[in-house]
């Protein structure tokens, strides 16, 4: 059975221990980001990170167990991260990876970093050195899903 969604309190030392053998260490575990779980079987395959600043959405990272890559496990991810925030009232969510192809799969398309909104640009840890900036509107982006 699988199961993707918000991350809760029994989570947390699976979460701890999925992080850790992808080599993250508990002080790069962060406490106030929002956290997402894709479990299969019991076993937790992925998980993602994000969190918003009033109507902006900021996907942080989106792990997936190697040996389950390329399964849509990181999609499913993304989805219940856009779905969630988009029922809180977020309009845009922005991401920094280097994953082109992934996130335009996604809809999302190139933003230039020069026209981020200050308020994200000041607050954010978005990775400018070696990533591109990629965001969705979220305003109808469910709206063809069922």
């Known amino acids: 059975m699988v199961s993707v969604r918000k991350a809760i309190t029994d989570d947390i030392d699976n979460i701890i221990n999925f992080l850790s053998s992808m080599g993250y260490s508990n002080q790069e575990i962060y406490k106030d980001k929002d956290y997402f779980v894709y479990y299969e079987n019991n076993s937790l395959l992925g998980c993602g990170t994000a969190y918003s600043i009033k109507e902006y959405c900021i996907i942080d990272d989106i792990f997936v167990d190697v040996d389950h890559r390329r399964n849509k496990i990181g999609t499913a991810l993304v989805k219940t991260i856009l779905n969630f925030y988009e029922v809180k009232g977020v309009k845009i969510a922005f991401v920094s990876d280097s994953c082109r192809e ?12 020069d026209k981020l909104p200050d308020l994200i640009k000041d607050i954010t840890d978005l990775n400018r050195s070696t990533n591109s900036l990629f965001y969705v509107n979220l305003e109808g982006y469910f709206k063809d899903c069922c």
């Not at 992934?102 to 970093?113: D, I, K, Q």
């Open 102 to 113: 992934f996130w335009e799969s996604l809809g999302f398309t190139v933003y230039m970093w």
